[in-house]
């Protein structure tokens, strides 16, 4: 393993950059490629890694039904297993500066959003321990001479695979609520920020998580993610990532007639009306696309005025994306921080070269820095282009970076028409002071979530769901539990006499 030098010191980190990964209940060097992670803010590797390979998937699975079966945790009572629980949420809020570090050092994130999601994780077990132990049964209403009751029984073994963008929280929210029900999890974290959740295996073991209940294998999506959605013994799958990947791993759900749940890309409308609180839009829509440099399912990134304000916003928001910081993620004034890899810079900086050679004129932004400390990094600048029309491919891809495409509507019925047309329906924005039209508008636009007058606000108690190509299936508030669950009905005989058939 190397270790280059870091705004933390290296060493409280190199514990945290030990090369193995966690496998049904050990930690062993991982049987795949060995890869190297990057610093996104300097492009220097500062740790390397053997990765998962197949043969990891089954020890991995394996692992995880012994588990279950030698430590009870299927049976276990659910105060005992919420304990546990409660006591990773917990560790996760003591350690949140140290996943915070390593967090940023990994996906390049600014530390005031990694200590948030670092919270929010902690946050998100505590919540599905506090679900399970308050989660009743249910006795259903006899319709014959019969107790009848509705239980829910553990799946078995769970495969949550996730982005690189929000490791911490998008872990929580999948390994949570999935040991909640009683399953084991293993979890597939992309190559290029593997880092947190190997961490967040450590925590769950000092935890009490008994070994092997959680494994962590970093890989390649297409061999080892590919592995895990396939194998027999997997009952379930969960899966944040893109909407192709997603669409494939369907069809192999499909094929194994097994449960998986998709949270996929977006290309969300944020709408401001002529009657808006303009600061509190302007502060919204800013945040809404250029935090987590854009990098975010959620990002506001097809913004839409109404006509009579489109000038004077449009002129306030590129004054004010022009004044964003940008920078390393360890800068405390850095408000847009680098992207993952250069590659993914470089093509977020093609998408907008190719937007501008088919007529979007850009407002501000659009360069790759080339200048001093940022033109080593994964830099690239908050941008917002105009002169488009919602149908170009600019309008209708996710870039998954900082950019914003800003267009005037006319009326509502024009503007619901254009929020609509889109392949996504993840997210909205709306700003206006009329409640009645926002909530109007609310029920007309096609989207999981909508916010109105803020954005990118959550709450682990409310369901996040994505609609068409943003996803399949439901994550996060009391029922998430359930979700990685199995129905089962049971029926006790209650009647004096036998069931009355035939001659006998
Ligand atoms: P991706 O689809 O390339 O990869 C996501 C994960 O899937 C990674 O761990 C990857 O290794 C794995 N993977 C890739 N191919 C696989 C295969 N054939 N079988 C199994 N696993 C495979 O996505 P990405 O580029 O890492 O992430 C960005 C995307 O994630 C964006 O589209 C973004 O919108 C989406 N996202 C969605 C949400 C949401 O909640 N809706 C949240 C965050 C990110």
Redesign the pocket.
Known sequence: MTLAAHFVSPTSLTADLVDSIYVGGRWVLGTGDEIETVDPATSTVFATLHSAGVEDVDTAVQGGIDAAHRSGWATMLHHERAAVLHRIGNSIEYNADRIAALQTLDTGKTLTETRALALSAANTFRYMAAALETMDGVLTTPRGPWMTMSTHEPMGVIGA??????PIA?DAQKIAPALAAGNAVVA?????APWVTLLLARLCDEAGLPAGLLSVIP????TV??A??RHPDVAKVT????????R??AHVAADKLMPITL????KSPTIVFDDADVERALQGVLYGIFSSSGQ???AGSRIFVQRSLFEHFTNELVARAGRLRLGPGTDPSTDVAPMITLAHRDSVARMVDNAVLAGARTLCGGAVPVEGRLADGAYYPPTVLTDVTNTDAICQE?I?GPVAVIMPFDDELDLVEQANDTAYG?ACGIWSQDYRRALRIAKAIDAGTVWVNTYKQFSISTP?T?LRD??LGT?KGRDAVRHYSNQKSIYLDTSESPIAWGRN
Do not use: A, M, Q, Y
């Open positions: 695979i996730t982005p690189w963008n929000s998008s597939k974290p992309p190559v290029w890989g390649p999506g297409r993610g590919e895990l959605v899966f944040t990532g893109g909407t192709s990947t997603g494939h791993l949270e996929l890309g977006g975010s399912c959620i996710e998954f993840l996040f994505g943003s996803g994550e």
